[in-house]
């Protein structure tokens, strides 16, 4: 791979920071914006445990906002939470030159119409990452398992530049699967992260055990994944028959799993609560589905972030 590819990663925490050395062991020249731990990685780049091998890298570049790009890139590679509070587009925009392509490695449904509002001259791709990992210390990740993406042109297509960082991905060790229908795909993952993740929060950071084995708890999660399919249906991605069927055995088969909105919630950060649920709820409203369970839950959520709030 050439190593004239610039690819700019826009918040380089666990996951950013991840495909960053993937790209990076490919051959690409690879920058990192951090709004934290720039001193870190600065002095000592990136330390990675991973079962893929030897990941450890220094980024070619490391930016703080507000610093001035070396350079237009070719790709920048948004992995920050999608959050209310922040403006990802305005986030971006610095690091982003007339020819530069936008990946979004984010969670959550009706996610890219934000950034592309913002930037309507640059093509998206939408990329959504299978994978366990975590940031342990400062510029210190840990890759425990997977690390798969699935990706495509927003909102629909495969375009030659989809190939081409599909390539430069495969090329570093993982695999990815292109598709012609990006939007289908965040259904599909949202039919278990949209009931799954909120529904642990309000179990107190309950693991998929506990959710799946309190009597009630699986018949509840079943009816929140079918208000899903029917707000997918609506939105023009109807899911397989048997596809509630499949998430809950797999999810059987899993030893007991907190999920990353539950860790977030048990170590007080900020939640994707908006772009998992909160757009899913939206869609509803606006093709008319009904979904009382999943607007229950919204509205439980919305309760208790006012209550914390209040209490400071």
């Known amino acids: 791979m050439s190593q004239s590819t610039r690819v700019v990663v826009v918040g380089a925490g666990a996951i950013g920071s991840f495909y960053g ?19 870190a990685v600065k002095a000592d780049g990136f330390q990675i445990d991973s079962p893929l091998g030897e990941l450890s890298y220094r980024p070619d570049a ?12 070719d790709y920048v590679i948004c992995c920050v939470k999608v959050l209310p509070s922040i403006d990802r587009g305005a986030l971006i925009k610095p690091w982003v030159g007339e020819h530069t392509r936008i990946v ?25 990452a299978f994978i366990a990992v975590s940031r342990v210390a400062p510029g210190k990740i ?5 690390g798969s993406l699935t990706m495509g042109a927003w909102p629909e297509g495969i375009t030659d530049a989809c190939r081409d960082i599909a390539e430069r991905f495969e ?38 055990v506990t959710l799946l084995d309190t009597p009630g708890g699986e018949a509840l999660a079943r009816a929140m994944m079918a208000e899903v399919c ?14 509630i069927d499949k998430n809950i055995a797999g999810t059987r088969k899993m030893p007991a799993y907190i999920n ?7 170590n007080g950060r900020p939640m994707e609560i908006q772009a998992i649920l909160g757009n899913v709820v939206a869609l509803a409203e606006q093709h008319g589905v009904s979904t009382p369970r999943l607007t229950t839950m919204q509205v439980a959520l919305a309760m208790r972030d006012r209550l914390a709030a209040a209490s400071g």
């Open 21 to 39: 050395a993937i790209l990076k062991r490919a051959g690409c020249h690879v920058s990192v914006v951090l709004r934290s731990e720039y001193e």
């Open 230 to 243: 029917a707000v997918a249906a609506a939105d023009g991605h109807p899911m397989p028959e048997d596809a």
């Open 62 to 73: 490391v930016y703080r906002d507000g610093d001035t790009p070396e350079g237009e890139a």
């Open 171 to 208: 090329a570093g060790g993982i695999d990815v699967k292109l598709s012609d229908a990006v939007v289908g795909e965040r259904w599909r993952k949202s039919l278990w992260n949209t009931p799954f993740n909120p529904l642990s929060v309000l179990a107190g950071g309950a693991d998929t």
């Open 142 to 146: 840990e890759h425990k398992a997977f």
């Open 260 to 266: 990353s909105m539950a860790l977030d919630y048990l």
């Open 104 to 128: 979004l490695i984010e969670n959550g449904i009706d996610i890219e119409r934000e950034v592309a509002d913002a930037l309507p001259n640059n093509p998206i791709i939408s990329c959504l």
